[in-house]
C-alpha cells in the first residue's frame, strides 16, 4: 500500500475495488447460473452460425430436380 | 447378267476372277466397282429377286443376354439384301469414330476417316445424297449434326437393270455359299446349295465375303471350323466384338423455340457430343433424336414440372399457347463399347436346311453405356439451359437406375464387328485393306469388319468401304 503523499498510478490506487466488483459479478453469475448451464451455451455457440444469412446461391448454376435439368434460379 | 439358279448360270461358262458373297450394299457396290474396272466378277446372292419366309428361314437364331430382335426379322436374305428395309438414314463415322479412346479399351481403327473421304462423292451418287452441311457447335459439350435421311435406295431395284446388261458382273440368285475352303493360305473354293440342293463347289481366284453384318461371322467361322483353321489362320477375335446402335426413349425436352433447329421434313433434329465432353466424361459416343411429341404428351410434361418448377411451367404452359411445336421426345443412340464377350457363336444343337449351324448371338449392353445415355442426356440438358434453348427431363428409369424398357426400338437393327479391321491378329480378324489376316484371296465387305461402331447408321460408312475395298481389289487384281 502506498503512503500519503506519494504518487501512485489511478489504475493501482482502485485496483483493490476493481479486485471486489470482479469478486461480486462472478459471484453473481456462479449463483443464477450454473457451470453446467455456461458450458451449455458454449457448446451451443457454433450453431448460432445456422442463424446466418447464407452466401446468395448462383442462379444460373444448373440443378437437377426429379429428373429436369434446371437453372437454380427456375425453382424460386 | 442375272442368273436364277448356279445351273443356269454354269450353262454360260462365264469365268469369274473374283466371287462376291451377297448382294446388299457392300457387295453389289463392290461387284459394280469391279465390273466397271473390267474385272469378271460372280455374285453370289443366297435369297431371290423377292422376300420368302423359305429363304428368312436359313437366318433364324437365338439371343442370349439382353432382349434382342429375332435374327430373321432384322435382316432380309434376297437380292438387294438389307437396303430392302433400310430406312434411308445416312452420315458417315466422325473422324473421332476412327481413333483410339483411353477409357475404352479396343477402340481404335487401323485407318482414318480420310481413308474414306475420297470415296464420299461415289458414295452420294450411289444414295443420291445432297451434301452434308458441317456441324454446328452449339455448346463446348453439344454438336447439332446432320443426319440425311435419304431416298433409301434398294439396291436391288436400283442397279438390277445396270447388273442385267453387264458383260463383267453375273449375279447368281438362290445360291448359297454354305462354305468356303481354304488351306490357311488361300480359299481354293466354295460349297454352294442351290434352289434347296447341294450344288457343288466353286472357285474363284478372289473371295469377298458380304453376307451381312451376323451373316459373315457364321460363314467364316463354320468355314473355318470345317477347314481345320484353314480359312480364318487367325480366329481369336473372329465372331467377337459384336456391336449394335441400342436405342430408347431417354426424356422429353421443352425448347424455347423449336424453330431454333432446322429440323428436318419430320421435324427431327440430331445432336451428338463434342470429343472433348466425351474425352471429359469418358463416355462413348451418342446421337440424340428430337422428336416432335403430340399434343397430349406436352401435357403431362408440364404437369410434372409444375410439381418442381412452378413458374418454369407456368412459362411453358405460355410457350406452348403459342407454339405447339414446343416440345419433343428424346431417343438417344448410342455406341457400344466394343467386347470381346459380345459375340456370335455355332449353335451346338440347331442347323439351317443345309445343315449350316445356325446364329447364337452373345449380346449385353455394359455399364459404360449405360452412363454414356445417362451422362449424354445431362450434357444435352445443361447445353439447352446454359444457351437458353429449353429444359430437359432425364425419364425415371433412366434417373432410379431402372431396367432398360422392352416395349421400344431397342436398337437400330445395325449388326457391326464380329470380323474387325485391325494390326493385332488377336483383335482383329482383317487388316486395314479388309483382307483376312494370314490369307492372300479372302477379303470382307460390310459392317463386320467395323471396330467401333460410332454413334451413326452404317450404311453410308459401309458403301464408302466398299467403294474402298473395290477399289483395292481392282488394283490388286490390275497389278
Redesign the interface.
Known sequence: MACLGEHVPFRERYAWIEALIERRVMSFFTRKISRRTIMQALIALPALSLFRKPPAADPDA?V????????RS??? | MIFDSYEAFRAVNFTAKVCVLGSGPAGTTIARKLGAAGIPVVVLEAGSREFSDDSQDFYRGVTVGDPYFDLDITRLRFMGGSSNHWAGWCRVLDSQDFEPKAWAPDTGWPIGRADIEPYLPEVHEILELPDFRPDVPISDDIRWVQLIKSPAVRFSEKFADELDKSRNVAVVLNTYATELAGDGKRVTGARLWSNGNDAGSFTADYFVVCTGGLENSRLLLWSNRRSNGGVVPNSTALGRYWMEHPTFEG?NAILADYSEFEVDATNEAFFSPTLAAMERLEIMNFGIRLIETPYPGIKSIIA??A???P??AEWMSYQLSQNLRCAAQLYVTWEQAPLASNQILLSKTDVDHAGVPRIELHWKKSELERRTLLEG??LF??T???KDLG??????W??NGGDYPTNEELAGHHHMGGTRMGTDVTKSVVDANSKVHGMDNLYVGGSSVFCTSGECNPTTTITALACRLGDHLGKVIGA
Open positions: 444448373i437437377e430436380v426429379n429428373g429436369w435439368i434446371l437453372k427456375d425453382l424460386t | 426424356g410434372d414440372l410439381c418442381t418448377a413458374e418454369m442426356l445431362r440438358g445443361t439447352l439451359v446454359q429444359r430437359v427431363r432425364i425419364a425415371d433412366l434417373t
